[in-house]
């Protein structure tokens, strides 16, 4: 299995910027597609951002030109950098990995952390 640990959550206001970040451990990182979603009060879970083949990246159109994945092999970690947050950006956002996810799906899933857009 993989073990997902996604950080960097917190309360900020709007225009500002945090950045997420997840830790993958009981598999081969660099195999792994990995991608966050996010799930808003009362809504469902929706994707924002998928990273593969190191550095190929894929957003949903709401985020495009605000948010950024990324990873850093060398620590088994992929990042959310986001910026210019909107109170619509508030959600619990989760981080979710897996291999082949275009066949299979996201196996593996960590428990999320909670951002918050507010003045």
């Known amino acids: 299995q993989v073990h997902l640990v996604e950080s960097g959550g917190g309360l900020v206001q709007p225009g500002g910027s945090l950045r997420l970040s997840c830790v993958a451990s009981?598999?081969?990182?660099?195999?792994?597609?990995m991608a966050w979603w996010r799930q808003a009060p009362g809504k469902g879970r929706e994707f924002v951002a998928l990273?593969?083949?190191?550095?190929?990246?894929y957003y949903t159109e709401s985020v495009k030109g605000r948010f950024t994945i990324s990873r850093d092999s060398a620590k088994n970690t992929v990042y959310l950098q986001m910026d210019g947050l909107k109170p619509e950006d508030t959600a619990v956002y989760f981080c979710?990995?897996?291999?082949?996810?275009?066949?299979?799906?996201?196996?593996?899933w960590g428990q999320g952390t909670q951002v918050t857009v507010s003045s």
């Open positions: 009981g598999r081969t990182f660099s195999r792994l597609d």
């Open positions: 990273n593969w083949d190191e550095s190929k990246t």
């Open positions: 979710a990995a897996g291999e082949n996810t275009k066949d299979r799906g996201y196996e593996f």
